[in-house]
């Protein structure tokens, strides 16, 4: 098994990153990521043009997450090995081929394998993220870091009300359509703005891919943050999906009014550069606690009080989102801190664990709603962030405490 080695960044090792640039980045990752979250709050408009089944229609948001997930795994790491621009550009292209398949795409089975392609295509964001890391001083590291994930978290939470309000007016397919017209203009500006980084690490791909292994035995820290945020994203992903149908179903509220109910979510995003400069000012344990707190208690409202209708599921949603967001800056910033040189694969690690956890909430989401309404979706949901929780006090934030005493 190969053992990390340093970084060259060639050109951009003398790039300054500027505000410009960091708002490039910022704007780039969340266009792309958005590509994982048009699909999810239309899915009761694709499934019958499609002749999908109800109980299946969730396999879109879950298959486009696992995608997600396999490219992390197989792709993300070889932006240690790989020049990165030119992976991104990659990447990048066949999303676009992706995007437009699905906006011509005519059976369920054929969607379902897009929707796949679109997920493992997107990853390009994973590796523009480590490579704002490199950049970064140590001292701004959760700074730099924090506003990227803004603009990336930016792009989940405005997906899903931007595709309500293109799909209510022009059908679901012309949102697939303008997606892919929109990676055409991300593209062209990766290639043509981002700095080269050439890894200097001396691996096979199968040696790259085996190492992974052994980062996550070396480092604990990885570890618990990779559970913590998985946990976290089931539960997220998991309201995300059945939110909709809840929405549709029970309140009668139109796509426009579903597209208002998720912009209202995106407020959650303001936690990323908050959660960035705390742990720049190394309160990273404590903000931690307070962000899986915050999650275990985001449902309360619908659980005690289920008539305070639409009013409750909006305050579940902005708190929820809130939470997952921060947790996701606090361990992005605290495992890039463990070894500069492994920085992709640490993140396709902790990435990968997360869309996993996404992608076993989505895939619940139907049939818990079937079985047991928005009740049960609450409280399976809330179990979520309780697990994490109770690893972080038992066990994990030892690990954390430690990590920054060392540093």
Known sequence: MSTPTSTT??????????????????????????????????????????????????????????????????????????????????????????????????????????????????VAVQILIPLAAH???DETRGKVVGTI???????????RPISSLVAGHFGWRAMFGAAAVL????????????????????????????????????????????????????SFSLFWTAVPVELTRHYGLTQTAIGIFALIGAT??????????LADAGHTVRATFIALVLAALAYLPVVIHPAWGVGALVVTG???????????VLGQREIYALHAASRNRLNAVYMTSIF??????????SKLYDHGGWTLVALVA?????????????IGRHHSARTYTQG
Do not use: W
Request: neutral net charge; proline residues 4%.
């Open 149 to 159: 994930m803004s603009g990336l978290l930016l792009g989940i939470l405005l997906s």
């Open 356 to 365: 996993v956890g996404g992608a076993v909430g989505s895939a619940f989401a």
């Open 9 to 122: 960044l060639d050109s951009s090792k003398h790039v300054e990153l500027t505000r410009g640039l960091i708002a490039l980045f910022a704007f780039c990752c969340g266009a792309i990521v958005a590509n994982l979250y048009y699909a999810q709050p239309i899915t009761e408009l694709i499934a019958p043009d499609l002749h999908m089944a109800g109980g299946t229609a969730s396999l879109i948001v879950s298959l486009t997450q696992i995608g997600y997930a396999l490219g992390l795994f197989f792709i993300v790491p070889l932006g240690d090995l790989l020049e990165n621009r030119k992976l991104m550009i990659a990447t990048a292209l066949v999303s676009i081929a992706s995007l437009v398949a699905a906006t011509f795409a005519h059976t369920p089975g054929l969607f379902l394998l897009i929707s796949l392609l679109i997920g493992f295509s997107s």
């Open 135 to 137: 950049l970064a001083p």
């Open 268 to 277: 959650g995003a303001t936690s990323a550069p908050i959660a960035g400069r």
């Open 318 to 328: 902005v708190v929820l989102d809130f939470a997952v967001q921060m947790n996701m």
């Open 183 to 234: 990676m055409v203009v991300i593209t062209t500006v990766l290639a043509l703005t981002i700095p080269r980084r050439q890894p200097d690490h001396q691996a096979t791909y199968f040696q790259l891919i085996g190492s992974l292994g052994h980062l996550v035995r070396s480092m604990p820290v990885l570890r618990h943050r990779s559970l913590y945020q998985g946990l976290m994203f089931a």
């Open 382 to 394: 809330t179990v979520f962030p309780l697990i994490a929780l109770a690893h972080f006090l038992l």
